[in-house]
């Protein structure tokens, strides 16, 4: 049985679809990098998986007891206290409900986490490094001992030396991970399977990071081609109505009901964000003057 198992799954807010019947499988173990442009919902989907946000439609199957751990994109603004504080308060309410043997399991793990991760646990996390802070709060989601691990940018606001060490911690974690980058580096080393999450669609990529850039490319590719084979097709068949059609036949009737049906089909078409055509024309000056200045000075 898989970790968590999604479903069918969709979901959205009032826009396009977030996720649109989507399936996905984490098996334990594996760690699992998903990808994908920023505003496109991988945020959703980690939510999702904790169990934060409900789907629209669909089934999400979670093992008995699963547990997930959240690290931020940005450092939390509520962080007092020492790092031994900082880190405890990642238990929650786990050893509220554990008995008092099973509770101090607990703690004495979270302490063995920031012993493993060579912090002092009597520093002040404000006056940490942001490579420090950084590796506190893997820590504090470490404590609770999850069964997932997800982490947002998790090199954010690091240096080389404290990526490094998290790239080394993280390829030594034996538990699940689930992780968003824009670091390409942490993706090859760390990644045994990527995830994409495109205009509402999540594909899964069974490779490394180079076969992927590599298929992306021909995918796109493939898109391409046969988008620009439809436009011609409708483009032609915008003519032909256009020059007038007999609607009594029968045949024509049907010609213009699968025009509208590619007429449809082209609204709802969902393009790759951040394309851009421009054309720009070229024009004779009006003779009016816009602006007209003397004796302007500028400093700072």
């Not at 760390?190 to 509402?200: A, P, Y």
């Amino acid at each position: 049985m898989a970790l968590i198992s999604l479903q069918d799954v969709s979901i959205s807010f009032g826009g396009p679809m977030i996720l649109d019947n989507v399936t996905l499988q984490i098996q334990c173990g594996e760690r699992v990098c998903l990808l994908g442009r920023n505003g496109v919902g991988k945020t959703t989907l980690m939510k999702l998986i904790r169990g934060d946000i409900e789907p629209d439609k669909g089934v999400i199957v979670r093992q008995q007891g699963f547990r997930a751990a959240h690290l931020t994109q940005e450092f939390p603004g509520d962080m007092e206290g020492t790092v031994h504080e900082v880190v405890m308060r990642g238990l929650g309410k786990i050893t509220e409900s554990l008995d008092h043997e099973h509770a101090w399991e607990a703690i004495r793990h979270a302490e063995m986490v920031i012993s493993r991760m060579k912090l002092n646990p009597e520093e002040t996390f404000t006056e940490l490094s942001a490579g420090l802070k950084r590796r506190v709060l893997l820590a504090r989601a470490l404590a609770s001992q999850p069964d997932i691990l997800l982490l947002d940018e998790p090199t954010n606001h690091m240096d080389v030396e404290s990526i490094s060490w998290m790239e080394e911690f993280l390829l030594k974690y034996s538990g699940t991970l689930l992780f968003v980058t824009h670091d390409r580096m942490l993706v090859r080393k760390l990644s045994t399977r990527i995830i994409e999450l495109d205009r509402g669609n999540l594909i899964n990529w069974d490779c490394n990071y180079e076969l992927y850039l590599e298929r992306k490319e021909a995918l796109l590719e493939s898109e391409s081609q046969q988008w620009e084979a439809f436009d011609k097709k409708m483009a032609k068949e915008e003519v032909w109505l256009r020059r007038g059609v007999k609607a009594r036949r029968t045949r024509d009737e049907g010609r213009v009901q699968a025009l509208m049906k590619m007429r449809e089909e082209r609204r709802n078409r969902r393009e790759q964000p951040g394309k851009v055509k421009m054309q720009l024309s070229g024009a004779a000056p009006s003779g009016k003057i816009v602006m007209e200045a003397e004796n302007l000075e500028f400093d700072f």
